[in-house]
């Protein structure tokens, strides 16, 4: 089944040079999976992300042949309706939770709102519903964390805060914009722990937003790797490591590795040809490898 | 080339002082790349801050090339001989100085002549060449403004670099321009590195020698083939090493 | 203007100090052109630096020859905007009133944020006890209302027109200490700065060269706020009579003037106000239209 159709999304924005296109062309479904989208900077994978929550500002200009959820057209919708799919039928995570979560609002209370806003229902409802979220992110003493204020939790709880907070209403959608960039190793792991159990347990789609092309091909099931703007290759994300895409190739290469030491990096040779092209589409078994 | 020896560095007062590094010691010779990992908030930052005498909190001993170096003052031989470059090449170059500006200013003073030739000279040994010299940070990528940043640490000709997560804040693919532009700078004018990472893999093909900290102390310096190979002493550096390889689905 | 040009003003890549120079400056007058209202208030003021320098072929008639028998003239085709209590014309003595105004406001602007420039970013960097004396000093001047604290020094130094004007200057200097102070914090642990100091600059030279051009900006766009309220403080000397004395035609004087006759007479009070109203409101236009260009982070989305 498929949750989110994309067809031909391009977002442009106008400047003094002209108009700047920074997401050229984009189509994709999301399924109940795990769906990385990998790409450098300015490659328009945020702007992809932002786009499909209606989160573009003007003078952005969002266009697409298709943008559905659950065949629903959410292109371009008012932004009061968009206020109502956005959070309860889709959520986003951002990269760094200290400019995600209000510093003068205790955690808990900020849970409660954002679940109240879509649910409604009484305020210990809401409570009940906050402590379960965040026993679902794994943290282990709910009732001192709805008592802090955002500064003072560390990183890796402020993004579990955020993805409690993201999941309280339930969404079909979640988005992740870098959710693990700012956070250390051993926390990314945990984070990434209950991201991967939401998607089984609750059946959500997950769209993966990250530069971090190895971590990707663990944590995904599926890729699509952007670059200026336009999607050059999906793949399995357990193939990505038999990319065909020169692109793909050149980042993969690039990457220092700990088990296979060199004297120089490859550099990755960009071409103008990449800008255009056809996209390489891995046949692959199912739509969706990583299963509905 | 520079020594550390039982280094304590605090920020704050009683009560409220946070000791951010406990007795660090290690030694760094001539012509070596030495890492320095940890998580954030291990301190390892703040070694590099305190070597290039921009924290003042500190004791111990600091000495480069042999010269014990004070917390208060550092003298012109110093600033020839140990430079920085930071981990955010957007923080790290001012917002109105043009390259040119940036580099005919440490230049001067650094008491260079011949300003004119020696820009020109510092931008093609950083590959951007001289048609970037008049632009300013905005009009730069931010593997470029790194480049800058390298050609400003590089223009007084010291011999000792310290590297602040240098190309965290980049993407893979001009991380790899910036880890090869070190490597041929360090081969070409003999420099010695300590680089700090929280990137396995960035030192492990950076660096000889590494030193792994942990909530302000070195737990272990070890060589690089012992990361490579996963031979560590410590369980902590274990888990490190086994958490960088990447995510496994619990 | 020709598309080359402009090109060459908006390259990536200048070639030439001078490009680089010109080119930034372009981009902020297209960022500037592209705010109507700042442009209004733009041409509003070169209109009247041009009123004032041309004020003697401008101005229909001397400000100063009295009329008796024609005073208190409506507005008429002879006197456009009607005379005063001595007949003078009011037209005239606006047109003449205008190089005072920009006297007043161009004293202003040079000296009071000079002062607090330099107290605020000394205090800001040095930190320790100079910043709490520095800091102290401009808390007991913030503590008296400005116009009295004006009102005292004019008192002290005699009323004449310089004198208010000085008394302004060091009356307003204040509240640029404080944001000079404050944005001098949020750099001076910038990377940039420990960048210059690794190469061995000096205090004074990180202070001047590095920290000193991006405080400038934000202080351009508040001096352009806050010019309208030092209009109105010198209109409020004038109107005191401890700013300009008679029979010199500053505006806030004009106002006061006209007051006895207010009711039966509106148009001389009226007009040198509905004047004193423009200019503030240009002013405050251009400030807005300069945070646009000058001060990124505090311009509307």
């Given amino acids: 089944m498929t949750l989110l159709s994309v067809r031909n999304l391009r977002v442009t924005f106008?400047?003094?040079?002209?108009?700047?296109?920074?997401?050229?062309?984009?189509?994709?479904?999301?399924?109940?999976?795990?769906?990385g989208v990998v790409g450098e900077s300015g490659s328009g994978k945020s702007m992809t992300g932002r786009a499909i929550l209606g989160l573009v500002r003007p003078p952005g200009r969002v266009t697409a042949d298709r943008m559905e959820l659950d065949g629903q057209s959410i292109l371009n919708l008012p932004e009061r309706r968009m206020r109502r799919i956005r959070g309860r039928r889709i959520s986003m995570v951002m990269q760094d939770p200290k400019f995600s979560l209000n510093p003068v609002m205790t955690v808990g209370d900020q849970i409660m709102e954002a679940y109240r806003l879509h649910a409604?229902?009484?305020?210990?409802?809401?409570?009940?519903?906050?402590?379960?979220?965040?026993?679902?992110?794994?943290?282990?003493?709910?009732?001192?964390?709805?008592?802090?204020?955002?500064?003072?939790?560390?990183?890796?709880?402020?993004?579990?805060?955020?993805?409690?907070?993201?999941?309280?209403?339930?969404?079909?959608i979640l988005i992740a914009d870098e959710p693990t960039s700012a956070l250390d190793v051993s926390v990314r792991t945990e984070v990434l722990n209950i991201m991967d159990r939401l998607v089984r347990d609750r059946g959500m789609g997950l769209i993966f937003i990250s530069h971090d092309l190895n971590l990707v091909a663990q944590f995904c099931d599926r890729v699509l790797i952007m670059y200026a703007g336009r999607i050059v290759e999906t793949l399995a994300a357990k193939d990505l490591h038999q990319a065909r895409h020169p692109y793909t190739q050149g980042l993969l290469n690039s990457l220092p590795r700990l088990d296979a030491p060199q004297d120089r990096l490859p550099v990755l040779q960009r071409?103008?040809?990449?800008?255009?092209?056809?996209?390489?589409?891995?046949?692959?078994?199912?739509?969706?490898?990583?299963?509905? | 080339m520079l020594t550390v020896e039982n280094l304590n560095v605090w920020f704050g007062h009683p009560p409220d002082r946070v000791d951010a590094v406990q007795d660090a010691s290690f030694t760094v010779p001539q012509g070596e790349s030495f890492g320095l990992v940890g998580e954030s908030g291990s301190g390892k930052s703040t070694i590099l801050r305190a070597i290039a005498g921009l924290i003042d909190t500190w004791s111990g001993t600091i000495a480069v090339a042999?010269?014990?170096?004070?917390?208060r003052k550092r003298d012109r031989a110093f600033f020839k001989t140990v430079q920085m470059v930071f981990q955010d090449p957007y923080a790290s170059l001012h917002p109105r100085h043009s390259v040119d500006a940036v580099l005919s200013e440490t230049l001067r003073l650094q008491g260079m002549d011949d300003i004119d030739r020696r820009i020109a000279r510092l931008l093609d040994d950083v590959g951007l060449g001289r048609g970037f010299c008049f632009r300013y940070p905005h009009q730069l990528s931010g593997g470029q403004r790194q480049r800058v940043?390298?050609?400003r640490a590089l223009a007084a000709e010291p011999r000792l670099l310290l590297l602040d997560e240098p190309t965290s804040a980049l993407d893979v693919s001009v991380q790899a321009e910036i880890l090869n532009l070190l490597a041929d700078l360090r081969a070409e004018h003999g420099l010695t590195y300590v680089m700090v990472s929280h990137d396995l893999a960035v030192v492990g093909h950076m660096c000889d020698r590494l030193a792994v900290m942990q909530a302000g102390?070195?737990?272990?310096?070890?060589?690089?083939?012992?990361?490579?190979?996963?031979?560590?002493?410590?369980?902590?550096?274990?888990?490190?090493?086994?958490?960088?390889?990447?995510?496994?689905?619990? | 203007m020709n598309q080359t040009r402009r090109d060459w003003l908006l390259s990536d890549a200048p070639q030439t100090r001078a490009q680089a120079r010109w080119g930034s400056l372009y981009q902020g007058w297209l960022t500037f052109r592209g705010n109507t209202l700042a442009m209004l208030g733009?041409?509003?003021l070169v209109l009247l630096i041009g009123m004032a320098i041309f004020a003697p072929w401008l101005a229909p008639q001397s400000p100063f020859t009295q009329d008796l028998a024609g005073r208190l003239q409506p507005p008429s085709a002879e006197h456009w905007l009607g005379t005063d209590a001595l007949g003078r014309d009011i037209l005239s003595r606006l047109i003449h009133g205008s190089r005072i105004t920009l006297f007043i406001v161009g004293t202003v602007a040079l000296i009071a944020p000079v002062i607090g420039?330099?107290?605020?970013?000394?205090?800001?960097?040095?930190?320790?006890?100079?910043?709490?004396?520095?800091?102290?000093?401009t808390d007991i001047f913030l503590a008296f209302p400005k116009l009295i604290l004006a009102l005292a020094f004019v008192a002290a130094l005699g009323a004449s027109i310089t004198n208010a004007v000085l008394a302004l200057a060091l009356t307003a200097w204040p509240p640029y200490a404080r944001l000079a102070r404050a944005e001098t914090l949020t750099i001076r642990h910038a990377d940039f700065i420990a960048a210059a100091r690794l190469q061995g600059a000096g205090p004074l030279r990180l202070l001047v060269k590095h920290i000193w051009p991006l405080c400038v900006s934000s202080l351009i766009v508040r001096v352009a706020l806050d010019m309208a309220g030092i209009i109105l403080s010198a209109a409020g000397l004038g109107f005191l009579g401890l700013g300009a004395q008679p029979p010199m035609p500053e505006w806030g004087a004009m106002i006061s003037d006209g007051r006895t006759y207010i009711l039966d007479f509106w148009w001389v009070a009226a007009m040198p106000g509905i004047a004193i109203f423009i200019v503030s409101m240009a002013f405050n236009l251009l400030g807005d239209g300069l945070r646009d260009v000058l001060d990124p982070k505090g311009a509307k989305e």
Avoid at chain 1, 271 to 292: K, N
Avoid at chain 2, 66 to 71: F, N
């Fill in chain 3, 42 to 44: 733009l041409i509003v």
């Fill in chain 1, 120 to 172: 409604g229902g009484a305020k210990h409802a809401a409570r009940d519903k906050a402590l379960e979220m965040l026993r679902a992110v794994q943290i282990r003493d709910p009732e001192r964390v709805m008592a802090a204020y955002p500064h003072e939790v560390s990183g890796g709880m402020g993004q579990r805060i955020m993805i409690a907070m993201m999941l309280a209403p339930d969404p079909e």
């Fill in chain 1, 271 to 292: 071409q103008d040809a990449w800008r255009e092209g056809d996209t390489i589409t891995q046949s692959l078994d199912t739509e969706f490898p990583g299963g509905l």
């Fill in chain 1, 14 to 35: 106008p400047t003094r040079q002209g108009t700047f296109e920074a997401v050229r062309g984009v189509s994709f479904d999301l399924g109940r999976e795990r769906l």
């Fill in chain 2, 217 to 250: 102390r070195i737990v272990e310096v070890m060589g690089v083939t012992a990361l490579r190979q996963g031979t560590a002493q410590q369980e902590y550096t274990r888990q490190l090493i086994a958490a960088s390889r990447g995510y496994a689905r619990a």
């Fill in chain 2, 149 to 151: 940043a390298i050609a």
């Fill in chain 3, 117 to 137: 420039l330099f107290i605020g970013t000394v205090a800001g960097f040095a930190g320790g006890w100079v910043d709490q004396v520095l800091m102290r000093i």
């Fill in chain 2, 66 to 71: 042999g010269k014990p170096q004070s917390a």
